[in-house]
C-alpha cells in the first residue's frame, strides 16, 4: 500500500488522498489532509533520528505506519 503511494502520488497530500480514495472511496476532508500531514512530518522525524534512515527511507517508512493507521480507521473496518 505505502508503496503504491509513494510510487504513484509525487508529494503528500497527493498520497494522503490516493490513500483515502483507496481505502474509503471518498476524498479526504480538508481537515483529514492537515492531521495527514502532520502524522506523516512527526513519525519521519522520528524514523530519522531513532533509526538514524535517511530522509526517503524515513518517508517511506512514515507512509507505510500512516496506511496502517488508515487500515484501522473504524471507517475502513466498520461498514455504515
Known amino acids: 500500500f ?5 510510487k504513484e502520488a509525487k508529494d503528500d497530500p497527493s ?15 480538508e ?3 492537515q492531521q495527514g500531514l502532520s502524522y ?6 522520528r524514523y530519522e533520528a531513532a533509526e538514524k534512515l535517511s530522509p526517503t ?3 517511506l517508512k512514515a507512509c ?3 496506511c496502517r493507521v488508515i487500515l484501522r480507521a ?3 473496518v466498520f461498514v455504515d
Open 31 to 33: 481537515s483529514e489532509t
Open 2 to 6: 505505502a508503496d503504491r503511494l509513494m
Open 64 to 66: 507505510d505506519s500512516y
Open 15 to 29: 498520497r494522503i488522498a490516493l490513500a483515502f480514495e483507496m481505502a474509503f472511496a471518498r476524498p479526504p476532508s
Open 57 to 59: 527511507g524515513a518517508r
Open 74 to 76: 473504524n471507517e475502513f
Open 40 to 45: 506523516l512530518d512527526a513519525v519521519t522525524k
